[in-house]
């Protein structure tokens, strides 16, 4: 009923033979970590006795992620998001972002916050080239929010949305992840915000990360968040979307924001995925959920120049989820290995095209090692 058509959009993006996989997906996406720390504790990112936060000299310096930017972006990638932990508490996120937005071949500069210090800093990062905004807040209601968070700062939040509005970000996107029991009755509450501002709310189904508790019944599926708004009498109509759109995109009638779905748990978005990430200890993730890493800090700081980097990145993107990865540091160049789970033998890395064509289904994940969100990046 609220399928779309993707015909309209060719994807004829100019990437390097080393970020298209087997299945012909170009990664013209990459997402930055910028830190693992983070002003809230919400649960379902931070487990509750805290996460084991990697020593400051293993992450990365602004330096080695410009470098390493560079690098993806001269090979095809086209946006960039800045994600964390939470991004703003990083004292040099202006330069960052400066430097970033100058990168020849860059056309976006994202970032996902929660918000907590937004306000006061936009300007500075608009001035800087920050381009696209996402803003994380899961709840319309104060004492949840400090329930969920562990935190105060609901208010602050909210200063933030209006303060992207009048800085002319349009649309500024509110991440909301749904869970049962918790906000799942805020739904209409939540479109609402649509009404007047320019807000895209992006309904998140429940994922499942280290630490978080999930469970399916936690989980609240798009089919019913899309029956409750129907039955509160919305008319939503269906956007076309980009073939690598992570969300299903609406429109409401007699709104001037939009509202979005995130389904990555009940219909998964793999076939058009474009996306890369690089959390804030160097090391490199082909899927979110995929348990495989590569770390490029260490073969960065034992002097691997831009040309063997592109290797290892070429190799990462070529590897299975269930894979894990060791590399082995020589004089010259870096050895990529992986160890697969299910036989006992290691062999080579080095074989093009294999990244899995999705990542499996949601109970499965469940039961995949994988980090907490806040070392991965949101």
Not at 14 to 33: A, E, Q
Not at 67 to 74: P, W
Not at 214 to 221: A, G, I, Q, R
Not at 228 to 257: C, M, W, Y
Request: overall charge positive; glycine content about 6%.
């Amino acid at each position: 009923m609220y399928r779309a058509s993707r015909e309209k959009f060719p994807v004829d993006e100019p990437v390097s033979n080393m970020l298209v996989d087997s299945f012909g997906r170009k990664h013209t996406y990459l997402r930055i970590s910028l830190t693992e720390r983070c002003n809230l504790r919400c649960q379902y990112c931070m487990p509750a006795e805290g996460a084991e936060l990697t020593a400051s000299p293993q992450l990365l310096s602004q330096n080695e992620i410009i470098r390493l930017a560079n690098i993806f972006v001269s090979s095809g990638v086209n946006k960039i998001r800045l994600t964390g932990g939470e991004p703003t508490v990083r004292k040099d996120i202006d330069d960052i972002c400066l430097q970033l937005s100058n990168l020849k071949g860059l056309k976006t500069l994202a970032m996902t916050t929660n918000g907590i210090t937004l306000a006061k800093k936009l300007p500075r990062l608009k001035e800087c080239g920050l381009s696209l905004l996402n803003i994380s807040l899961d709840t319309l209601v104060p004492a949840k929010f400090e329930f969920m968070t562990r935190r105060k700062g609901h208010d602050r939040v909210l200063n933030s949305i209006d303060a992207a509005i009048e800085l002319g970000y349009s649309p500024v996107k509110v991440n909301c992840v749904v869970m049962r029991g918790f906000n799942d009755d805020e739904i209409c509450d939540f479109v609402e915000l649509t009404r007047e501002k320019p807000i895209n709310v992006r309904f998140i189904e429940f994922m499942p990360f280290d630490g978080n508790v999930w469970n399916s019944k936690k989980l609240v599926p798009y089919s019913e968040m899309m029956d409750i708004l129907v039955r509160s009498g919305k008319e939503l109509q269906r956007i076309q979307d980009h073939p690598t759109e992570t969300a299903k995109n609406f429109r409401i009638d007699g709104h001037q924001g939009t509202v979005s779905f995130i389904t990555s748990m009940t219909e998964h978005f793999c076939s058009g995925c474009n996306r890369l990430r690089l959390l804030a200890d160097g090391n490199f993730k082909v899927c979110l959920f995929g348990p495989s890493e590569v770390s490029l800090r260490d073969p960065m700081r034992h002097g691997a120049d831009d040309s063997e980097l592109e290797e290892i990145i070429g190799a990462a993107v070529a590897l299975l989820s269930n894979f894990y990865l060791v590399f082995t540091i020589t004089s010259n160049y870096v050895l990529l290995y992986t160890f697969d789970l299910t036989f006992p033998n290691i062999y080579s890395a080095y074989q093009i095209k294999r990244k899995k064509a999705a990542h499996a289904g949601m109970f499965d994940l469940a039961k995949t090692p994988n980090r907490p969100m806040v070392h991965i990046g949101g």
